[in-house]
C-alpha cells in the first residue's frame, strides 16, 4: 500500500515548461494519508525517545536536582534560549510514566549498546524512505534539470544543464542479468560519460520513450508530445 510500481506524471505548466515525474509512491488515498500519519507519528516517537534515553543515561545526574528554568517555556524560545529549555524539556520526559518505564527496561543495557542502538534508531527514523521520486524539468531556451528526491530529510540532489551543452537525448539499452533495461541519457558537450535520467528507479520502456518524447518536443521542436502549448497534466 505504501509504495507501487515506478509511473509517470506530466506536468506542463506552460508552453515552454514541462516536468517529468517518476515516483513510486501511490496516489494518495484517505488510507494512505493516514498510514502516512501514523509512520511520521511513529518516526517522532522514535526520535523522542532515543534522544530522552541518550540523555537520561549519559547527562542527567540523579544525584543533582533539577532546576526548573526561571522564564516560561515560550519567554525561553522567544529569546531563544534554547538550551534550558531543552534539557527540562527532555527531563520532564525521562519524569514521565513513560520515561520511567523506558529508563527501567533499558537500565540493563550497556552504555556503548545503548548509545550505538539509539543512534541506529534516529538514523533510520530519520532517513528511511518509503518511496522514491525522480523528475525532469525541462526549460525551452535554458536547459534541463534532473533531480532525484531523498527520503526522511534528505535533500534531493538536483543538476542543472544548459541548452548550449546538451548534445542530444537518447534512448540507450543494456542488459541486466537476462533483462533488457531501457534509459534514458543525455548527452553532455564535454564530458565523457553521459547523464542518466531517473537513474536509481530505471522506469519500464513505455515511460522512457513518453518522457524522451516530451523531452525532445520541448526542448528541440518546441510543440512538445502534442499539447499545442497548453497547461497540462498527464499519468502513465
Not at 509512520?39 to 532546576?67: G, N
Amino acid at each position: 500500500m505504501l509504495t507501487t510500481n515506478p509511473h509517470l506524471y506530466i506536468r506542463r505548466p506552460s508552453p515552454t515548461t514541462a516536468e517529468f515525474t517518476v515516483t513510486t509512491c501511490p496516489r494518495l488515498t484517505i488510507p494512505l494519508r493516514l498510514a502516512l500519519l501514523l509512520i511520521l507519528l511513529l518516526r517522532i516517537s522514535t526520535i523522542t525517545a532515543a534522544i530522552t534515553t541518550i540523555y537520561a543515561r549519559f547527562f542527567l545526574d540523579p544525584s543533582s536536582p533539577h532546576v526548573q528554568p526561571a522564564a516560561s517555556p515560550l519567554s525561553l524560545l522567544i529569546q531563544g534560549d534554547i538550551f534550558p529549555l531543552l534539557t527540562h524539556a527532555l527531563y520532564t520526559l525521562h519524569a514521565s510514566p513513560a520515561g520511567q518505564f523506558l529508563f527501567s527496561t533499558l537500565e540493563p543495557v550497556p552504555s556503548w549498546a545503548l548509545l550505538l542502538s539509539s543512534s541506529a534508531a534516529i538514523y533510520v527514523a530519520l532517513f528511511a524512505q518509503l518511496h522514491t521520486t525522480e523528475s525532469l524539468l525541462v526549460l525551452r531556451g535554458l536547459g534541463i534539470q534532473t533531480s532525484t528526491g531523498g527520503g526522511g530529510v534528505q535533500r534531493a540532489r538536483t543538476r542543472f544543464i544548459p541548452t548550449e551543452k546538451i548534445r542530444d537525448v537518447l534512448i540507450n539499452e543494456a542488459f541486466r542479468g537476462f533483462e533488457v533495461r531501457y534509459y534514458l541519457v543525455v548527452v553532455v558537450e564535454g564530458e565523457e560519460d553521459v547523464v542518466v535520467v531517473f537513474p536509481k528507479l530505471l522506469p519500464r520502456k513505455k515511460i522512457v520513450e513518453a518522457v524522451w518524447r516530451g523531452v525532445r518536443g520541448c526542448l528541440f521542436e518546441g510543440e512538445g508530445n502534442g499539447m499545442n502549448g497548453r497547461a497540462e497534466k498527464g499519468h502513465v
